[in-house]
Nanobody
Framework: QVQLEESGGGLVQAGGSLRLSCTAS????????VGWFRRAPGAEREFVAG????????YYADSVKGRFTISRDNAKNTVYLQMNSLKPEDTAVYYC?????????????????????WGQGTQVTVSS
């Protein structure tokens, strides 16, 4: 079982930066692929970025590519999402999610139904 907790959200002006953290309890977190998703008001939940268990493979949605960076520190059971050049359309509740995976896989799923564990979310608001 893995429990996830997001932190680092807040209010920022357009062009600013935030770093989100996803901290997990449980020894199996290092064996999980981790993804960040977001849900804007009135919109469907969408994939933002993901990272495989070793940290060697990452995948980004086109809308954030070049602006967001996902990374992980397995010793700290934490995955980060560095968000730069933020835009008002990045405003959403951001969720991290984890899925147990094989060590050798570089595949990072972007579909939410492939993730087993979810955090409660953290609000990110970008003002114009």
């Amino acid at each position: 079982q893995v429990q996830l907790e997001e932190s680092g959200g807040g209010l920022v002006q357009a062009g600013g930066s935030l770093r989100l953290s996803c901290t997990a309890s449980g020894r199996t977190f290092s064996r999980c692929t981790v993804g960040w998703f977001r849900r804007a008001p009135g919109a469907e939940r969408e994939f933002v970025a993901g990272i495989n268990r070793s940290g060697g493979s990452t995948y980004y949605a086109d809308s954030v590519k070049g602006r967001f960076t996902i990374s992980r520190d397995n010793a700290k059971n934490t995955v980060y999402l560095q968000m730069n050049s933020l835009k008002p359309e990045d405003t959403a509740v951001y969720y991290c999610a984890a899925a147990p995976s094989d060590y050798l896989t570089a595949y990072v799923p972007s579909s939410s139904d492939q993730y087993n564990y979810w955090g409660q979310g953290t609000q990110v608001t970008v003002s114009s």
